[in-house]
């Protein structure tokens, strides 16, 4: 039996005492005698547990008021992360539609091309979205060839980018793209 079950039973209880105690204190008061302690006693003894069932009822709500709201507080989130990580990819597909068009340096196109990845692997990783991790990472491997390079800072950055990426036992080839990472060439 959970605590929710128990509550009303123990107050119902608590209610059916002290209804006895005020008819018990009814049966031997009279006006003329001072024997009055007890129905006094009694009603304050029924005041009492109507108070504290009212608190423990209240509390249960507030209890499933805040359950309520962390649910919803962690959709937001969800909603969030997800919300980023197609803002992430669609900059990378941006920047490597670009790339092809040959508008900007190659370099700083394949940087963008890689960070805005890497940013989407942080966000689908939050939420455990390991089937979008494990597309990320694939096409990370498959779109970052030998012959790049970048300058030391923007190396830094990417690097600072992998300890960012939650739950990493569950993602195939992460450590495919470590290595992918560290062994980038800098000018």
Known sequence: MNKKNLIP???????????????????CFSIGETAYLGWVVAVLSMLVVVLISWQIFSLIEVKDIVREINEK???????????SMVTYMALADYYYSVAIGKEQPREEIEFHV?????????????????????AIIQALLESVTDNFITSKKKKEILIATIPEVKNRHNIKKYDELISLLCALKTY
């Open 114 to 134: 890689i960070h805005y990845r890497m940013l989407a692997l942080i966000n689908a990783s939050s939420i455990s979205d390991f089937n979008t991790c494990n």
């Open 73 to 83: 507080k962690k959709q937001v989130l969800l909603g969030c992360e997800i919300t």
């Open 9 to 27: 039973i123990l107050t119902g209880l608590s209610i059916v005492l002290s209804i006895i105690a005020i008819c018990t204190s009814l049966r």
